[in-house]
């Protein structure tokens, strides 16, 4: 792994130098205020992957020492040291599937109980598959006999997705690695085909179901779409997190996914002009009429679902309200909402999705747009005359595509689309520039 030590350009940092590398294909940045400062904590990440630990636990690993005034490199030596000399890190020839689980559990007591339930719920179904076999007998071919026969969330045997069929080898291994297999099953794998454009909702869409909500439960439904919070959050978030005089929602570090406590605030930066986005306005305005209240999601998901004639998408919410924020307000914005540390992310998942108009209506979805008998007023909708594909040929090859869509009241990207999908041929970036000179 790359370890560079530079100096930042960045003059508002009191530690200017900074020492950079790579978990899990993110950039992690560490500021220093000396040039030695920054030398020996490099030297501590190189001394440290060289004794052996795996590049994906090194920052919880200095999550966890740091403040104590140890080594990083010493603290994973002497780990490493117990674990080679202590019986529990090795395979009994005699354990079996339900002893590996036990051993989960045990060492999983520290986390929350919301995620000990999950654990049980998923290791107990792997028990009455593999629990009386032996670990070291368990092959890639009864894996791939058990992947084959799940069942996807409707329960339609052999159905299950590819990334649940990943979720489930990973737990596998995780299990037979616990009882003390170094490398479990080595030649299985599950093939993920990584989807980088998200689904979601349309505009029309989610109006429909903010119509469709009961009125006690419109609250919440607007925190999980214009503040882009998890529903399972929701079920458990107290009430005096939604600050709505203050224009704050605090979600504790219990209730999170990183563990930590995070704040959606708009806030001034550096002065008062610029200021970074946070909740839209038009989710205060919904919680003023509606206030919030938790309530367990399955059963506001239920009658959603009828509403929008069964189709429903998976984390659908969270994900049109990330989509359309991100074409409003940029990606540092989206990822911060997000509660995501990747820009990258974000880039990746949300970019190019929605327009900047689609974006515009998505926060026009106030409270006045839905009565309160559930029937909804029309948002406009500004539609497009598209020109026969024969003359915006014509248009294209006599002037720019800016001029054309400002023309049609369109943008420059929606343009490109439109053409992209109808195999219109169109110049290239810059091909005007060229010709004016």
């Not at 924020?325 to 914005?333: E, I, P």
Request: some cysteine.
């Amino acid at each position: 792994m790359k370890i560079s030590v530079s100096k930042s350009n960045e003059q508002w940092r009191t530690a200017v130098w900074s020492v950079r590398y790579y978990v899990r294909r993110k950039a992690i940045r560490r500021f220093f205020e000396t040039r030695e400062e920054a030398e020996q904590y490099a030297r501590e990440v190189r001394d440290t992957l060289k004794i052996g630990t795996d590049p994906d636990e090194f920052g919880e690993v200095q999550r966890l020492i740091t403040g104590t005034g140890f080594k990083l490199s010493g603290v994973v030596r002497a780990g490493l040291q117990y674990m080679r000399e202590s019986d529990s890190a090795k395979a009994s020839p005699t354990a079996t599937f339900s002893d590996g689980i036990k051993r989960v559990l045990e060492n999983a007591k520290h986390r929350r109980e919301k995620t000990l339930i999950g654990y049980r719920s998923f290791l107990g179904r792997l028990e009455r598959v593999f629990g009386s076999t032996l670990a070291t007998a368990i092959t890639g071919a009864d894996v791939q006999n058990y992947l084959d026969q799940l069942g996807d969330r409707q329960g339609v045997p052999g159905k299950a997705t590819p990334h649940t069929k990943e979720t489930v080898l990973r737990h596998i291994k995780m299990v037979l690695r616990t009882l003390g297999i170094d490398k479990p099953l080595p030649r299985f794998s599950v093939h993920v085909p990584r989807v980088r454009e998200i689904p979601f909702f349309t505009v029309d869409e989610l109006q429909a179901i903010l119509a469709a909500a009961h009125p006690h439960d419109r609250g919440l439904v607007a925190l999980a779409i214009f503040a882009v919070i998890r529903p399972e959050t929701l079920e458990r978030l107290p009430t005096n997190c939604v600050n709505v005089v203050d224009k704050c929602i605090r979600i504790p570090g219990e209730l999170s996914k990183d563990h930590r406590s995070h704040y959606l605030e708009t806030v001034p930066i550096g002065n008062d002009r610029e200021v970074r986005p946070g909740p839209p306005e038009v989710l205060w305005a919904w919680l003023q009429k509606y206030p919030f209240q938790p309530r367990r999601w399955n059963a506001i998901q239920r009658y959603l679902r009828r509403a929008l004639g069964g189709k429903w998408i998976q984390d659908g919410l969270r994900h049109s309200g990330a989509t359309y924020y991100r074409a409003k307000y940029g990606d540092a914005a989206t990822a911060e909402l997000l509660t995501h540390a990747s820009i990258k992310m974000v880039n990746e998942h949300y970019a190019g999705l929605a327009t900047r108009s689609e974006a515009d209506q998505f926060f026009a979805l106030c409270p006045d747009t839905v009565r309160e008998d559930g029937t909804t007023t029309a948002v406009p909708v500004k539609r497009i005359c598209w020109p026969n594909d024969t003359a915006l040929a014509k248009l294209l090859a006599t002037k720019p595509a800016s001029h054309i869509a400002v023309q049609l009241g369109c943008s420059d990207s929606m343009l490109s689309k439109h053409c992209k999908r109808r195999r219109i041929p169109k110049p290239g970036r810059g091909a005007w520039t060229s010709h004016s000179e």
